[in-house]
C-alpha cells in the first residue's frame, strides 16, 4: 500500500522579514553543526556551518546559534527573500569526520512576496 | 569545477531488477558519501569511502545494497533485487578528508521502483 509521508513543519514570512528556523539535535557527543539548504529537485546545498566551541556565527544575511545546553540550533535569516523559499536541513556530526552527518527532518520555508 | 556528477537523474525500474546509480565525485576530494532521502526517513547516510575505501557501511539497509569505489573519479551503488521500498531520492556527495565544511552534493537519483 502507499506509506504516508511525514508533513514537514513550515514557515510562512513575508518578504523583507527575518526568518527563525529552530532545530534540536540529538547527539550530545557531536561537534559540529551544519544548515543545509534544498531546492526542490536538487541536493542540499551548504550555508553555514559552527563548532561546539562556539554559541554564534554570522555569515552573509545568514547567523546561526548553538544552545549546547538544551541541544538546539538556529538559523536565522536576515531581510528574507522569494529566492531564500527551500528546505532547511540542520546536520550534525563530528567535527574530524567531516561529511559523517546526521541531518534533521528540514523545514520548509515559504516566503510570500 | 561541475560539482558531483550524478546518473541516472532518474530511473523507473520494476521490482527484482538490478538498478545501478553512478557517482563521479569533484576532482581532488578524496571522501565520498552516499545517502538516501526519503519523506519518511529524511537523509540518512547509507555509506562513505575515504581514498576509495569504504569506511562505515553501517547504513547500508541490506545485502541487497552494495556499493564501489573502483577509483578516485567514479563510484555506484547498486540494489539487487530492487524492491518498492527502495524508491528514494539517492544523493552522492564529496568533501577533502579531514576537512570540514562544505559537503557537496549531487543533484540526485530519483529512483522509483514499481
Known amino acids: 500500500g502507499e506509506s504516508v509521508g511525514l508533513h514537514l513543519p513550515t514557515l510562512s514570512v513575508q518578504e523583507g522579514d527575518n526568518s527563525i528556523i529552530n532545530c534540536a539535535y540529538s547527539n550530545s557527543a557531536s561537534d559540529y553543526f551544519i544548515w543545509y539548504k534544498q531546492e526542490s529537485g536538487k541536493g542540499p546545498q551548504f550555508i553555514i556551518d559552527?563548532?561546539?566551541?562556539?554559541d554564534k556565527r554570522q555569515g552573509q544575511r545568514v547567523t546561526v546559534l548553538l544552545n549546547k545546553t538544551v541541544k538546539h540550533l538556529s538559523l536565522q535569516i536576515a531581510a528574507t527573500q522569494p529566492g531564500d523559499s527551500a528546505v532547511y536541513f540542520c546536520?550534525?556530526?563530528?567535527?574530524?569526520?567531516?561529511?559523517?552527518?546526521?541531518f534533521g527532518q528540514g523545514t520548509e520555508l515559504s516566503v510570500k512576496p | 569545477d561541475a560539482g558531483v556528477i550524478q546518473s541516472p537523474r532518474h530511473e523507473v525500474t520494476e521490482m527484482g531488477q538490478e538498478v545501478t546509480l553512478r557517482c563521479k565525485p569533484i576532482s581532488g576530494h578524496n571522501s565520498l558519501f552516499w545517502y538516501r532521502q526519503t519523506m519518511m526517513r529524511g537523509l540518512e547516510l547509507l555509506i562513505y569511502f575515504n581514498n576509495n575505501v569504504p569506511i562505515d557501511d553501517s547504513g547500508m539497509p541490506e545485502d541487497r545494497f552494495s556499493a564501489k569505489m573502483p577509483n578516485a573519479s567514479f563510484s555506484t551503488l547498486k540494489i539487487q533485487p530492487s524492491e518498492p521500498r527502495d524508491s528514494a531520492v539517492y544523493f552522492c556527495?564529496?568533501?577533502?578528508?579531514?576537512?570540514?565544511?562544505?559537503?557537496?552534493f549531487g543533484e540526485g537519483s530519483r529512483l522509483t521502483v514499481l
Open positions: 559552527i563548532r561546539s566551541n562556539m
Open positions: 546536520a550534525e556530526g563530528p567535527y574530524n569526520q567531516g561529511g559523517k552527518l546526521i
Open positions: 556527495a564529496s568533501i577533502s578528508t579531514g576537512v570540514t565544511g562544505e559537503l557537496f
